[in-house]
């Protein structure tokens, strides 16, 4: 009964929201469009035979030279830049999904056992965490992708590329699983449910799995939406810098980096669209975030 209370109150909120609306629907329109990329774009940016030196530089189709042909005009290799954007955003979005997913199962199994335990496991857990939020999340991906050129030779870190950024992201966002899994474990294990599934002798595994987890999702759900975003940020940023993903896989950060060579030069599309692009999905995941807050807590609307 509660659950369906909750149920129809998100809906009737979600409904008296606009921003949560135009939010949900450029979300589900970019992921959507990301993951039929290979079926909606265009052309194959990773087929070199797809693209031509000669339609390099053309504007949208909208200005004077345009082709309909290309709708967001197209770059320095004559790549379609709709077809482009599409399946960055697709890559972007498989990353940091996926950096998310192992942020949100590290974090958080180590904010359950940390706040069930407590001790000697709770406060090294807790210190580690700590001297992680010193360090800003950019300069841990950084750190860890620099060890990785280290220690792995440089044909298998470039095989490797895409696992070491995931790597890289997901330990850098961690963080904010544990502490709010912690945070939440200590009113939870005290109350009277965990109580007599202690006193029954079930195993603490069980009793934090099935009784304490299901009973702090709603302010993980909050954090791995904003986190998504973050780590969209993340790798974007990366690719930018030219440590995460190399030019000839175009993500939203490569397209970007890319484009930044014609910020002066008249080709104001290389940069700009994908640079709205990104703007638009992270705003909208961040939108998201607000309004799933605002529905696990209620004394914040």
């Keep these: ?30 992921v959507a469009g990301a993951a039929l990329a290979p079926w909606i774009a265009p052309t194959n940016p990773y087929d070199l035979a797809s693209f031509s030196l ?28 709709l077809s482009a954007i599409l399946y960055g955003a ?17 974090g958080v199994g180590l904010g359950l056992a940390a706040g069930y335990l407590g001790g000697r496991f709770d406060a090294i857990v807790m210190r580690i965490a700590d001297v992680q939020l010193a360090l800003p999340a950019i300069l841990t991906a950084l750190l ?5 050129r280290g220690l792995l030779p440089r044909a298998v870190h470039d095989d490797l590329r895409i696992a070491v950024i995931t790597l890289a992201i997901a330990l850098s966002l961690w963080v904010n699983f544990a502490r709010t899994a912690r945070a939440s474990t200590f009113v939870e294990r005290n ?17 934090m799995l ?37 030019a000839d896989s175009p993500s939203l950060g490569t397209l970007i980096r890319i484009g930044m060579q014609y910020l002066l030069s008249g ?11 990104l703007v638009v999905l992270v705003v909208a995941i961040n939108l998201l975030g607000d309004f799933l807050r605002d529905l696990f807590n209620p004394g914040m609307r």
């Design 1 to 30: 009964m509660l659950a369906r209370l909750m149920r129809i109150e998100g809906v009737w909120l979600f409904a008296r929201s606009p921003a949560a609306i135009l939010a949900a629907i450029a979300t589900v329109t970019i």
């Design 191 to 207: 109350k009277d449910y965990v109580q007599a599934a202690i006193m029954m002798g079930q195993h603490p595994l069980r009793i």
């Design 54 to 81: 000669i339609d390099g530089l053309l504007p949208p189709a909208w200005e004077n030279g345009g082709r309909p042909r290309f709708l967001l005009g197209t770059d320095d290799q004559g790549r379609d830049m």
């Design 90 to 106: 697709r890559l972007s979005l498989s990353i940091a999904a996926m950096a998310m997913t192992v942020a949100l199962l590290l």
């Design 267 to 277: 080709e104001w599309w290389i940069l700009w669209i994908p640079t709205v692009f």
């Design 144 to 148: 860890i992708d620099g060890i990785s």
């Design 210 to 246: 099935r009784h304490i987890l299901p009973n702090i999702v709603g302010p993980l759900l909050v954090i791995a939406t904003v986190d998504l975003a973050s780590a969209i940020l993340l790798e974007a940023t990366l690719s930018f810098l030219g440590v995460g993903l190399p």
